[in-house]
């Protein structure tokens, strides 16, 4: 079972950074997708950013040239870096992880979530 690990959350001032990091068991290349979203007081997640094995980023709208998506695979760790922060960011985030397991007869798709970290944004 892959266990996704996240760190880097707290308290913030409106116009400062914060870095989120989500570390695997496993490694992350092996994952096909890794996703960050973020969640407010309710039942709904928003996907805020993801980043692909090869590379590719997407973000969410609200958070283009705010937030950078990207890994390291050596630490086996994705990071969701967070500038120019704004109180509507405030939420709490998980991160998302996707892995394609090939078998004899089947492809199958496996996704594996962070526990959360809360960010908080005050003006």
């Known amino acids: 079972q892959v266990q996704l690990v996240q760190s880097g959350g707290g308290f913030v001032q409106a116009g400062g950074s914060l870095r989120l990091s989500c570390t695997a068991s496993?490694?992350?290349?092996?994952?096909?997708?890794m996703e960050w979203y973020r969640q407010v007081p309710g039942p709904m997640r928003r996907l805020v950013a993801s980043i692909t094995s090869t590379g590719t980023t997407n973000y969410a709208d609200d958070v283009k040239g705010r937030f950078t998506v990207s890994r390291d695979n050596a630490e086996n760790t994705m990071y969701l870096q967070m500038d120019s922060l704004k109180p509507e960011d405030t939420a709490t985030y998980f991160c998302r992880s996707e892995i394609q397991r090939d078998e004899p007869g089947i492809m199958r798709v496996d996704d594996y979530w962070g526990q959360g970290t809360q960010v908080t944004v005050s003006s």
């Open positions: 496993e490694p992350i290349d092996t994952m096909r997708l």
